[in-house]
């Protein structure tokens, strides 16, 4: 009885100290180093979203706002919006009730600050 003891308390300790060194999970950034599936509100913050783009007139930025990850995301149920251009600077939209973000052949993405307050009617 004693050994079986032993075993269980040793158990519960690994698993305290599994749970207890879980490393913390990131916030969201303001920045999208290039190519990838990003989450929005878990990699990434809603927003309006900028990124070079390419000159390259046989691959352009291909860039997609998706309601649910899944597959290579091509279903069209689960685009919300999307866009292949070679016009550079790139812009999107990036709602909060966005679930992800892919982006191929555009650049680092960077967050565009809102404009200030101006204080006027409607600002």
Not at 49 to 58: K, R, S
């Amino acid at each position: 009885m004693r050994a079986s003891t032993l075993m269980i308390a040793g158990a519960m300790a690994s698993a305290v100290t599994l749970l207890g060194s879980g490393t913390a999970a990131a916030d969201p950034v303001a920045t999208m180093p290039g190519d990838g599936l990003y989450l929005v509100g878990v990699d990434i913050l809603p927003g309006i979203w900028e990124a070079p783009g390419t000159p390259d007139q046989a691959n352009g930025c291909d860039w997609r706002r998706l309601r649910k990850v899944e597959g290579d995301n091509t279903d069209q149920h689960y685009i919300i919006n999307n866009n292949f251009t070679r016009v550079t600077p790139v812009r999107a939209e990036i709602s909060a009730t966005d679930v992800a973000f892919k982006t191929e052949n555009c650049g680092p993405w960077h967050l565009v600050p809102p404009p200030p307050r101006t204080g006027s009617s409607g600002g």
